[in-house]
Each structure stands twice: as structure tokens, then as C-alpha cells.
């Protein structure tokens, strides 16, 4: 589901979604790369999780609401 390693001075959490899409993001501290894994291991779970890539810009959600 995902894994964190350490990569010179920071901590890359590497994940895959429901979908099989790969993610990874950097942080200075190994307690927020665990944090951060947590959450997206939950919302993953619950369906709740979407990318960046896929999700919609405001301006797209600010004209239908609208």
C-alpha cells in the first residue's frame, strides 16, 4: 500500500492508489511522512482520496456552483 524510505536528508512516502496510480512526496521529518501515510492509507480506504492530477480546479467548482 505504501512504504516510506529515506532518501538523503528526507523521508519520501511512495504509494499506490485503488487504481494502481503511483505518488510520492518528500518531508523533512519522518513523523510527518508517517502522519501523512496514515491519512492517506484511510482515505484510500474509504474512497475518500483524490490526486491531484484528478482533481477539479476552482475555478471549474466555483462556475457550476454558480
Not at 25 to 44: G, P, W
Not at 45 to 57: E, V
Request: some cysteine; aromatic content about 14%.
Amino acid at each position: 500500500m505504501g512504504c516510506i524510505r529515506k532518501k538523503g536528508e528526507t523521508y519520501r512516502v511512495d504509494w499506490r492508489d485503488k487504481k494502481g496510480n503511483r505518488y510520492r512526496q518528500t518531508f523533512e521529518l519522518k513523523k510527518d511522512a508517517e502522519d501523512f501515510l496514515s491519512q492517506v492509507k484511510v482515505d484510500i480506504k474509504h474512497g475518500a482520496f483524490i490526486s491531484a492530477k484528478t482533481a477539479p480546479l476552482f475555478r471549474e467548482v466555483a462556475e457550476q456552483w454558480f
